[in-house]
């Protein structure tokens, strides 16, 4: 597609809920990337893939998330038994061939999970 | 760690006022240096970025930033604003490896 895909838009999750957001990126697109953004704050990194292989998950705030991209292509980013500190927007972004210089970034709307 | 300041969280300008937003980084070496804005209700979009070459650099919209290597900054400018500017705006910065460290964000309303 012409942008990054991100589903679903909005998640209300009850507290211990697991919870699955998915990514369609940029087609052909290498590198894919997870942010969390709390309220008020920027973007914060959480994980990267480059094509199926996840080559950085020092973001990942716990072993309750877990990322995954089988194909290269789509990722879920999955967060078990959900705590309200959880409650952030998720976005993905996409770019093309990584280590060609002027590479950008192509961000998605986010999923804006709530823990209740 | 990787450290970017934006030190204005809020800002309120009239229209045809001129902006500018600051963006200080916490270390050395070589960075790519971005500028994203976020309109209400929609995605991060990219406003310009700064690889190498000419330190001053033109982006979409009218926008402009200045890379100052000695005082680690990348400040953001328009010479005039519109009210169709109002958004949040985030200084983000590379250094090596592939993810952005992003500042807090500046909320710029833009007033008629």
């Known amino acids: 597609g012409a942008g990054v895909s991100q589903s679903p838009r909005y998640k209300v999750a009850k507290r211990g809920q697991d919870v699955a957001l998915r990514c369609d990126p940029i087609?052909?697109?290498?590198?894919l990337f997870w942010y969390q953004q709390a309220l008020g704050q920027g973007p914060e990194f959480l994980t990267y893939?480059?094509?199926?292989?996840?080559?950085?998950k020092s973001g990942l705030p716990s072993d309750r998330f877990f990322a995954e991209r089988p194909e290269g292509s789509v990722s879920t980013l999955k967060i078990q038994r959900t705590q309200q500190e959880d409650s952030a927007v998720y976005l993905c972004?996409?770019?093309?061939?990584?280590?060609?210089?002027?590479?950008?970034?192509?961000f998605g709307s986010g999923t804006r999970l709530t823990v209740v | 760690a990787q450290s970017v300041s934006q030190h204005n969280h809020h800002v309120i300008l009239s229209e045809a006022a001129s902006l500018e937003l600051g963006c200080n980084y916490s270390y050395g070496g070589t960075v790519n240096l971005f500028w994203y804005v976020q309109y209400p209700g929609q995605h991060l979009q990219l406003l310009l970025k700064y690889f190498s070459g000419d330190p001053l650099v033109k982006g979409i919209k009218g926008f402009e930033a200045e890379f100052i290597k000695s005082k680690f900054s990348f400040n953001l400018r328009k010479p005039s604003v519109q009210w169709s500017d109002t958004a949040e705006y985030f200084c983000?910065?590379?250094?090596?490896?592939?993810?952005?460290?992003f500042g807090t964000g500046t909320q710029l309303k833009v007033e008629l």
């Open positions: 087609s052909g697109h290498v590198s």
């Open positions: 893939f480059q094509n199926e292989a996840q080559l950085d």
């Open positions: 983000a910065v590379r250094r090596g490896g592939n993810k952005l460290t």
């Open positions: 972004a996409s770019s093309a061939r990584p280590g060609r210089r002027n590479y950008g970034y192509t």
